[in-house]
């Protein structure tokens, strides 16, 4: 079993009293900046000039500098840029303002696992990753619950680097839910092969075929969007709350048949091969190569993909029929594109 870490294992005193520069203002980092200065600690964050991230974080009454500055003015670094624009802020920024007794932080483990940022050896490098997106982290933060982490050290050169990520979970409200301890490599590894196999890659595809089945078929595309996408937040709360029996439990026994009989169908075992030969993949770094080499030449493959994903029809009868749900507006007001 893996250390488990709990509010008694963190002392916001091992931080030693020094500046935290937040670098990004974005899902993470506003919730880190919030979170952090809620908990008594000294936060300053690190946007662009102008940007209206800078204008948002001074709004919520944060300090605000470049990344240079909050860089130089801090003990501890938490970098929360994009993954892919990392390297170029960790050269630029960073790098210039390292040094023995500073930190370097992640949520995510990709460039340093595979190697687009080297940090010397005289500093610490560790990694809290909060199990959410930013906005879970700052509400369950507000309402004193906590999201769960997992903790990670890559360079220990002080050796307080998990004593001083831990302190790092506990003002973040981590601590609360439960830190489990990890290495870059898992984190890395586990966390690209949960988002391509099953939960972006998987899902979205496993949703899309089964649209495109049911329409094809002759149903209305209202009530294979029904069927196929707004259904399954039903049945993925039953199976986050109580587990696949829980769910199995709450939907009725032809529902609970159909899944035993006809669910390995359709996931099966060449499903299972294509899913090792994508953890395979993600082992032997080619799709971080392929990733790394796609954002330096433009972006133009994925941008391509984002653009047509978003024109495909489950994507228009659904924007359709959400403008009825009075209840998901709010996805509006919080900027998720809306096609
Ligand atoms: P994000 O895209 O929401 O935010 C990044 C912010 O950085 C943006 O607001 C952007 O404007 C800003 N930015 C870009 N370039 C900048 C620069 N040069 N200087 C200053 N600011 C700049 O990113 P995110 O989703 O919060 O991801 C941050 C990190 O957290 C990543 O390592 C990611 O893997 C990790 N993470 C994200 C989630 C999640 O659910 N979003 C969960 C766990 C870990
Ligand atoms: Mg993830």
Redesign the pocket.
Known sequence: MPNRYYESDGSLADLGGVAIAI???????HAHSLNLRDSGLDVVV???QG?D?WKKAEAAGLRVMT?FDAAAAAGIIM?????H??P??YEH?IAPNLGPGKTLM???G?NIHFKQIVPPPEVDVSMI??????HRVRELFVEDVGVPALVAIHQDASGKALKRALAYALALGCLKAGVIETDFREETESDLFGEQAVLCGGCSELIRAGFETLVEAGYAPEIAYFECLHELKLIVDLIYEGGLSYMRFSVSDTAEYGDYTRGPRIVDQQTRARMKEILGEIQSGKFAREWIDENKTGRRNFLAMRQSGAGLPIERVGSELREMMTFLKRKKEIGVPVQ
């Open positions: 670098i990004g203002y974005g899902s993470q980092g690190g946007a662009r940007s991230n990344a970098l929360l840029v994009p993954d624009v990392q170029a802020v920024d992640f949520a995510h990709f990753a909060p199990k959410a997106p930013g």
